[in-house]
């Protein structure tokens, strides 16, 4: 359900009114909900979304304000340029898709039509290697393996990009990783779904049956590690400006890894069977190529970046079996190609498949945060359909339009016409008096009253989880090197651009700040996010630590003896003009500045010389001498002996027709 509005309080004005609606209201569908704020709203600047399997989902989720504040985003502009990314092997985990497949049909269609191609050719069922009942160590090893994993991966980016593009996200674009190209090779009308899904069980086939090999994470440019290698070590991908991937036998590997330790470099080993994108792929380079031409190759019709060049994919690299099977090979320029597609396109990223891999590397890449992925070992918990739905919600927040009639597809929902309206940010206007224009004349002194004045400061104090919370900022961007410092405190790990590697080395850096573990696998899956480990170590830490308050200025409006809506006491007293309304206009100004003296404390004897004034300016005006010479009475000797013999004449003319000139 997707509202917006053009302040922030207009959008937990709206969640506020909607969730007290549904308090009461016990009739209205909650499809019929979606369906009419969904479709006859208007899309304004600021946006946000909720998804909720049922009505006590979603008041429960409206009932939190600070949740709705801070997932709320701003669009600029409208942006329709999405480029769908598919995950290369190691993304794969038992169960990928399962929610989809079981309440998805456009999902579950397209994985079946996979299956039944693949069973011609494997004679092996891969929803059987996919979808298990017991998700353990027996059967994640058995999708591991490359045999299993290279058709599993392409049949699960299938048949989401299937799903997402039936919802009306139409991409402008494909990049895959390693064996992702080949998904976009397929949607790109480069190969038919037959002859995709044959080289990729051929592909998977002809290395499994390779020596095995090892492969190694290296938090380090390519640059670096370049002047680095050994015999025998491959750069096999440059993922990140400060990531790649080595990998070669096994021996090997293992002793490049403890020379980068012992330089300080950080690195992983990760777990796969084969050293891919190596030398060690060479002996099935041409057997993959007969493989290729016997199939038939197109022209791409959406755009694809190559993996290979970090180039768009040319026409004669697209119809080229010797550019597919030396893929095989190849260093993949992952994060080389990201840069070059937010160049061109300035895009939204979208991982279409399973894992966030894809959607990590944008992070690191440093193009933003416009990338998304919806199937990982987190959704299996809470959901992927809600997942893949709260995608959509994102996309529409940050200006993609969305085709709601694609997504309910003629669902009989019908429109609920007892909604709450939209929630107006109601202003008070208090029209004020226009001022009076006063020609002022200073009388008498008087000292104003100072002992009453409030200091313009005041404190707050933050609690101990915000004093962790920035300590875990603090933490992870010198663990990490990416900035978080404004990052929305509910935005899991992944979408911060933490990869299992930056992981692993973040509970190394918590335990030694905070003095309490937390692993790799928390960190993963319940304390996925800033919010969630401030809230673990805010109910887990001794009560002493970090509970030091922290104080912090709130500018506060000095105060000085409030006057209701009257002007405030100065030291100047008007004068009057040369007509009948000056003089009653003055008679009222000069009663309002006594009532002003008063209430602001101002010495009585100042305010009886104030009342003296007036009666000696009533009097003089009332025997005809309204032209206010009684002001050279205010002149004594001294003063006049002073001036020049023009000056006095000046002075003597009526008050206002020229500037009164005193000398000091």
Known sequence: MCWSAHRAESITGYAKKLHDFLLTDIETDLGDIAYT?????????????????????????????????SASHSVKEKNNSIVFLFPGQGNQYPNMGRDLYDCEEVYRNAVDECADILETIMNE?????????????????????????????????????????????????????????????????????????????ERGRLMSELPAGSMLSVRASEERVKALLETGVFIAAQNATELCVVSGETGVIHAFAEKLTAQGIVNKL??????????????????LKAVVESTTMHVPQIPIMSTVT??????????????????????????????????????????????????????????????????????????EAIAARGVLGKLWQRGV??????????????????????????????????????????????????????SNTSTTTMSRKDILLDKLKEVIESASGLSVAEANPNSNFTELGLDSLLLTQLTSSLKKEFSLPVTFRQLSENYDSLNKLAAFYDANL??????????????????????????????????????????????????TQQVAMMQQGVAGGNVAAASNYSQAMVRNTSNGNVNGNHTTAAVTTEETEELTAEEKVELKKPFGATARIEKK
């Open 310 to 383: 970090a180039g768009w994919l040319k026409d004669g690299e697209a119809t080229s079996a010797a550019y597919w099977s030396d893929h095989a090979r190849e260093t993949v320029r992952f994060g080389q190609a990201l840069k070059n597609i937010q160049q061109d396109l300035n895009p939204i990223f979208l991982e279409a498949g399973p894992g966030t891999s894809a959607t990590i590397f944008v992070s690191q890449n440093g193009l933003g945060s416009n990338a998304f992925s919806s199937l990982s070992t987190a959704t299996l918990l809470t959901g």
């Open 125 to 201: 069922d891969i929803r059987d290697i996919i979808f298990v009942d017991n998700a353990d160590e027996v059967t994640a090893e058995k999708l591991k393996d490359t045999r299993y994993a290279q058709p599993a991966i392409f049949t699960t980016s299938y048949a989401l990009a299937k799903l997402y593009m039936s919802w009306g996200i139409n991409p402008a674009a494909f990049a895959g990783h390693s064996i992702g190209e080949f998904v976009g090779a397929h949607l790109s009308g480069v190969f038919s779904l037959k002859d995709a899904l044959h080289i990729v069980a």
């Open 270 to 287: 990760l777990r796969t069977s084969h050293a891919f994108h190596s030398a060690m792929m060479d002996p099935m380079v041409p057997l």
């Open 542 to 591: 001794p009560a002493s630590a970090f509970s030091n308050p922290v104080t912090q200025p709130v500018p506060v409006a000095t105060v000085v003896n409030p006057v209701s809506s009257l002007p405030a006491y100065t030291n100047n007293l008007p004068q009057a003009g040369g007509d009948m309304l000056s003089i009653m206009s003055l008679q009222l100004q000069l009663l």
């Open 401 to 454: 339009e969305i085709n709601w009639k694609k997504i309910y597809n003629n669902r009989g929902y019908n429109i609920a016409q007892n909604l709450p309206t939209y929630a107006y940010n109601k202003k008070r206007f208090w029209i004020d008096p226009p001022e009076q224009l006063v020609v002022t004349q200073p009388v008498f002194a008087v000292q104003p009253n100072t002992h009453e004045t409030m």
């Open 37 to 69: 704020i969904n479709t006859t709203r208007q899309d304004l600047p600021l946006r946000n979304f909720v998804v909720a399997k049922t009505k006590e989902d979603l008041i429960a989720q409206l009932a939190q304000p600070e949740l709705i504040v």
